[in-house]
Nanobody, 129 residues
């Protein structure tokens, strides 16, 4: 079955850390741009961090720069999102997506996210004391 599988969400206190994983199952992430998006209750879906799986180029939203780091493991066919210094406003459902016809900046900042080729089911991140 071809799908993206997210894991690693949970409940963490402000200032804490989590690492999310997005694994490609049934297909290789080579030639894809992979992105992490998030959606909080009552808000729209926003791009957080994106990476080109082939050349490793990345893009981070201003709201997470210096706190979140996106990376990849070619052997594991997986993309990671290391989230440090988490804040209550980071609370959201986090989704990963994959598409072949976009760049990292266009994926993270564009409005065409609903048309991306693959989406995971999401993983909940809650930042609360």
């Amino acid at each position: 079955q071809v799908q993206l599988v997210e894991s690693g969400g949970g409940l963490v206190q402000p200032g804490g850390s989590l690492r999310l994983s997005c694994a490609g199952s049934g297909f290789t992430l080579d030639y894809y741009t992979i992105g992490w998006f998030r959606q909080a209750p009552g808000k729209g879906r926003e791009g957080v961090s994106c990476i080109n799986f082939s050349d490793g180029s990345t893009y981070d939203a201003d709201s997470v720069k210096a706190r979140f780091t996106i990376s990849k493991d070619n052997a594991q066919n997986t993309v990671y999102l290391q989230m440090n210094n988490l804040k209550p406003e980071d609370t959201a459902t986090y989704y990963c997506t994959a598409d072949r016809i976009t760049t990292v900046q266009r994926m993270c900042t564009g409005t065409g996210w609903s048309g991306y080729e693959y989406w995971g089911r999401g993983t909940q991140v809650t930042v609360s004391s």
